[in-house]
């Protein structure tokens, strides 16, 4: 069975700093895509962004990236830069191969203070 | 369309009353996904359909819950005699499997309110 953890509830951060969000998982796949979904008071599920297990560079886009530890089974989120408009719930998904089914961490709830 | 659309965005409804949720996917993409979000928690599967295939409904939380697609287009989700617990966020996502993009869009979600 899979399973993703976010292990920080909330996190708030001034804004311009940079903050990492957590998140770890566990597959027994050798193929599985990790993704970073946004959700800010508008409820709207936007991807942040996504990286291919087979793939050794992390992903980036613009202020995000991420630090993708294969072997440790870790995928943090590093926002760079914040801005208000990151204040959301950040959610941590897997999806395995063999089933399309997204397994989906906790949340964590992060505020950009001004 | 542009995106994943789901009407209606709220939803106020009457406990032992039925309401049907709709959700138009990104053209062209095969699969459909349903979610359940309660207030302050993650995402709960619902359903999942994928092109001409049987439905995975392993999640629906009861009989009262059915979905439904035609063809690869308009989904609606059912809710009988809905109860309080109902009330939550429901979400749909489309994606296309088989590409290497696996990644699923969200919709807006429609809010319910059972009262």
């Known amino acids: 069975a899979q399973t993703v953890t976010q292990s920080q509830p909330e996190m708030s951060v001034q804004e311009a700093e940079t903050v990492t969000l957590s998140c770890t998982y566990d597959?027994?796949?050798?193929?599985?895509?990790l993704f970073w979904y946004k959700q800010p008071p508008s409820r709207q599920m936007i991807l942040v962004i996504r990286?291919?297990?087979?793939k050794q560079q992390n992903a980036t886009e613009n202020r995000f990236s991420v630090n993708f530890q294969k072997a440790a089974k870790s995928f943090s989120l590093k926002i760079s830069d914040s801005q208000l408009g990151d204040t959301a719930m950040y959610f941590c998904?897997?999806?395995?191969?063999?089933?399309?089914?997204?397994?989906w961490g906790a949340g964590t709830k992060l505020i950009i203070k001004p | 369309g542009a995106g994943v659309s789901q009407s209606p965005s709220n939803k106020v409804t009457e406990k032992g009353k039925d309401v049907e949720l709709r959700c138009d996917p990104i053209s062209g993409h095969t699969a459909l996904y349903w979610y359940r979000q309660r207030l302050g928690q993650g995402l709960e599967f619902l359903i999942y359909?994928?092109?001409?295939?049987?439905?995975?409904k392993s999640g629906l939380p009861s009989d009262r819950f059915s979905a439904e697609r035609t063809g690869e287009s308009v989904s609606t989700l059912t809710i009988q005699r809905t109860q309080q617990e109902d009330s939550a966020v429901y979400l749909c996502a489309s994606s296309n499997p088989g590409l290497e993009d696996e990644t699923q869009y969200f919709g807006p979600g429609t809010r319910l309110l059972v009262l």
């Open positions: 597959t027994s796949e050798n193929n599985y895509y």
């Open positions: 990286q291919e297990a087979y």
């Open positions: 998904a897997l999806s395995v191969d063999s089933n399309y089914q997204l397994i």
């Open positions: 359909f994928q092109g001409n295939s049987a439905p995975d």
